[in-house]
């Protein structure tokens, strides 16, 4: 599995971004894929989660109701949509993808290369 993240930026507090993860290879159908992310000298943290096949989503308390998770899975693309956004969500961003819909990001087996995601205030 292949993952290729896109769509970090600079934005304002309050605005919102859209990023995505194009993904490629064989049985990815099977996985579950997230999202997560670090912050400058934070350690990497959950975001959210979804079963590819059932669409079952997953979000961290700090992103609840202000992102959603999704994925178009005739184009292989899963996508984070974030609303609202604060400068605390300053981080790069990763998708990921593993077997369960988990928040630890052990059970994740690929990983993308990270997009770059900066609120400004």
């Known amino acids: 599995v292949q993952l290729q993240a896109s769509g970090g930026g600079l934005v304002q507090t309050g605005g919102s971004l859209r990023l995505s993860c194009k993904a490629s290879?064989?049985?990815?159908?099977?996985?579950?894929m997230g999202w997560f992310r670090q912050a400058p000298e934070k350690v990497r943290e959950f975001v959210a989660a979804?079963?590819?096949?059932?669409?079952?989503?997953n979000y961290a308390d700090s992103v609840k109701g202000r992102a959603t998770i999704s994925r178009d899975t005739a184009k292989n693309i899963l996508y984070l949509q974030m609303d609202n956004l604060k400068p605390e969500d300053t981080a790069v961003y990763y998708c990921?993808?593993?077997?369960?819909?988990?928040?630890?990001?052990?059970?994740?087996?690929?990983w993308g290369q990270g997009t770059l995601v900066t609120v400004s205030s």
């Open positions: 990921a993808a593993g077997s369960l819909n988990s928040e630890y990001e052990a059970l994740y087996d690929h």
């Open positions: 290879g064989r049985a990815f159908s099977s996985y579950a």
């Open positions: 979804i079963t590819w096949k059932g669409g079952v989503d």
